[in-house]
């Protein structure tokens, strides 16, 4: 099947800053993307998604954006916390729900 | 709310040995899912299960069998565990918005398998 990826191994923030973390996709059928957090020892929990027919959109504190023309997605993480740390991973999906996942990107906060 | 819960977390076999993984979501979803998490290859989709009574094939089918029990319950079978085996496996199930479009996926913790 077709592949997600993502451009950063790791990536180390301080406290404070601002976090981007990008993903690129294959699959031009895609329509609908999700960002997972991962912490050690736990399943993936979701963060925020979009749909196909948008290009941004806001959480708290989050804000992820779509750009379908160079097929990129990418995650923005507001005055990244301790607590950001993780893996994260973006996943994409066309019709059926099955989701594709990237390999992951480790965001380290710096104190 | 519990949310997806696997049993067990943790897990040794010897090769050969047979084992299933159980799930459970208490958020009635229609959609359940079993995944395996090697380092560096992201999650792979092993089956998944559209709707009770319903199972179908994703990405590493290959030695696993799985049971959709009820809406609640999908379990993975390891009928004859090998080492290329040995994985964290976790188990996630989704619903249908009002849209009719899908929800994200929601995981449990996971299972980590070690066959010797």
């Known amino acids: 099947g077709e592949s997600v990826g993502l451009h950063l191994p790791t990536l180390s923030v301080q406290e404070g800053d601002n976090s981007i973390i990008n993903c690129a996709y294959s699959?031009?059928?895609?329509?609908?993307f999700i960002w997972y957090k991962q912490e050690s020892g736990k399943g993936p929990q979701f963060i925020i998604d979009?749909?196909?027919?948008?290009d941004k959109r806001q959480g708290q504190r989050v804000t992820v954006l779509l750009n379908k023309t160079v097929k990129h997605l990418s995650l923005q993480i507001a005055a990244t916390q301790p607590g950001d740390s993780a893996v994260y991973f973006c996943?994409?999906?066309?019709?059926?729900?099955?989701?594709?996942f990237g390999k992951g990107n480790q965001v380290v906060v710096i104190p | 709310n519990a949310g997806v819960t696997q049993t067990p977390k943790f897990q040794v076999l010897k090769t050969g040995q047979s084992m299933t993984l159980q799930c459970a979501q208490d958020m009635n979803h229609n959609s359940m899912y079993w995944y395996r998490q090697d380092p560096g290859m992201g999650l792979r989709l092993i089956y998944y299960s559209a709707s009770e009574g319903t199972t179908d094939k994703g990405e590493v089918p290959n030695g696993y069998n799985v049971s959709r029990l009820n809406k609640r319950e999908f379990s993975l079978r390891l009928e004859s565990a090998a080492p290329s085996q040995t994985s964290v496996y976790f188990c996630?199930?989704?619903?249908?918005?009002?849209?009719?479009?899908?929800?994200?996926?929601?995981f449990g913790d996971g299972t980590r398998l070690s066959i010797l």
């Open positions: 996943a994409e999906t066309s019709t059926t729900n099955r989701l594709a």
């Open positions: 996630a199930s989704s619903g249908t918005g009002e849209t009719g479009k899908d929800q994200p996926q929601h």
């Open positions: 699959n031009s059928a895609s329509d609908y």
């Open positions: 979009i749909r196909s027919n948008m």
